[in-house]
């Protein structure tokens, strides 16, 4: 495992010292209101040994979470992405690099031919975020996630990306590895947009 650079962003592979400035981004208003309290378990957020993490730091700061889980069933295999990122900084095309330079990693480097992601159905910005990277909505999944307040339901929208949609978005040749010396990521754990 390695740390990622994109054009403006670093993915570092999370580490304690990253969960502190993540509480504060996950406690915003506009992350919690899609997040809840995704930071109550207990050694949040490297309770699920099956989740790959990364701090978006931009300008040595950090500014979200990625991440990454990965089915290695052969006949289904792919990667899923999700992430938050600091309402500070929307609108600069910080998650559009955090997006495409972990989908380049993941098919380029993980060997993935297809990446799911699932925003919420209303999750408007997140979805053109998605769609400025290349994913393309594949269905609507009625009642798909628990409201935050627990109180309903709402409805996920599916996107897919192919390998070979990531040919004409890629800005740089591959994810560059920071000067960083190489780590074992901590585990983390699957929330959903």
Known sequence: MRDLRGEQ???VLLAREHVAPLRRVLHTPEVHSRWG?????PDWPFDDPSVTRYA?????TVRGMIQYDEENEPMYRHASIDIF??????????????????????VRDRGHH?????????NEPAIRCYTAVGFRPVGLM???????????WHDGLLM?????????LARTAEPQPTTAPERTAEPGRTPHS
Request: proline content about 3%; glycine content about 10%.
């Open 9 to 11: 962003v670093e993915l």
């Open 37 to 41: 309290d995704e930071d109550d378990a």
């Open 56 to 60: 978006i730091v931009h300008e040595g």
């Open 85 to 106: 990122l600091d309402p500070a900084v929307h609108g600069r095309g910080l998650g559009r690099d955090a997006v495409r330079t972990l989908a380049l990693h993941l």
């Open 114 to 122: 297809r990446l799911v992601i699932d925003p919420a159905a209303d």
């Open 142 to 152: 009625r009642a798909y996630e628990r409201d935050v307040d627990g109180n309903g």
């Open 160 to 168: 897919d990306l192919l390998a070979d949609d990531l040919s004409g």
